[in-house]
């Protein structure tokens, strides 16, 4: 083989690969059936014609029976006539009717075996284009549950590859790290603002109430002490002894210096408190 017949070969191997590849096997499937419907409609045409000759030499033969008959009769006619040559031509053309009804005969019993053919091939026709609509519409059901299955094979592979779940990774922790931003964005914000200790201090006087409303519900239930009472403060007796004189007043400026270092005693106690919330 010569290197042109070679280079021929390959190119015409490449056109039919890429023809076979880019073939769609339902349009192919489709095409087919019509192909086949077209046939099956000249086919029947075919049949229809070979119908109509059989039809044609039956009436033919007919036709010709029926002249041989007529000349028979006329012949006889000569006969009764007493013209015998007449009725010998009369005989004669009743000859050539009947060879031509044999004739006709013949052929329309060979046209009629071959319409019969005909008509059992048509119908083995007709009932191969039937199965070959009822193979097309599984084939074309199994083509597409195939590239369904493909389809989700290849999403499940992409799912699978390890770039898709590093990417998801990726995004989960700039989102955590978006999230801590702005939290000590508004941490900050409370601090400089104030806002803390006096959200602490709302939290506290919310809750106090709630757990004076639980102390008394449980001293009404009778699974805590009661309540204690604080004592009467008493009055102090003064007793006067006779012969001595009334306590002196305590001076105002030991006054002044007692109530400043209660007052000091007590806010001390209160920032302690305020600490040990924190």
């Known amino acids: 083989m010569g290197i042109f017949a070679r280079l021929a070969t390959l190119i015409k191997s490449n056109l039919n690969d890429l023809i076979s590849r880019s073939e769609d096997p339902e349009k192919m499937l489709n095409q ?21 000759d059989e039809k044609r030499l039956a009436k033919q033969a007919e036709q010709e029976a029926a002249n041989a008959a007529e000349w028979e009769r006329r012949a006889m006619l000569a006969i009764k006539a007493g013209d015998d040559n007449l009725a010998k031509e009369a005989l004669n053309r009743k000859k050539e009717h009947d060879q031509l009804a044999t004739s006709y005969k013949d052929q329309w019993q060979k046209q009629k075996q071959a319409v019969d053919q005909l008509k059992t091939a048509l119908r083995l026709l007709n009932n191969k284009i039937e199965e070959a609509k009822r193979k097309k519409n599984v084939l074309i059901a199994r083509k597409k549950r195939a590239e369904a299955q493909k389809a989700i094979q290849e999403t499940m592979s992409g799912l699978q590859n390890a770039s898709a779940f590093e990417t998801f990774e990726r995004m989960s922790a700039k989102i955590d790290q978006i999230e801590a931003e702005a939290e000590a964005t508004t941490e900050l914000a409370e601090e400089y603002s104030g806002d803390t200790l006096a959200h602490r201090f709302g939290q506290l006087e919310a809750t106090a109430g709630a757990d004076d409303a639980l102390l008394e519900l449980k001293r009404k239930m009778g699974m805590a002490p009661p309540a204690e009472v604080a004592p009467q403060p008493t009055q102090p007796v003064q007793m006067r002894v006779a012969g001595t004189s009334a306590p002196t007043a305590i001076p105002q400026h030991e006054q002044d210096e007692l109530a400043a270092a209660i007052a000091e005693l007590e806010a001390e106690e209160q920032r302690e408190q305020a600490r040990l919330k924190r």
């Not at 087919?32 to 109509?52: F, G, H, S, Y």
């Open 32 to 52: 087919v059936v019509i192909d086949m419907a077209n046939q099956l409609i000249e086919a029947k045409k075919q049949v229809a014609v070979a119908i109509a």
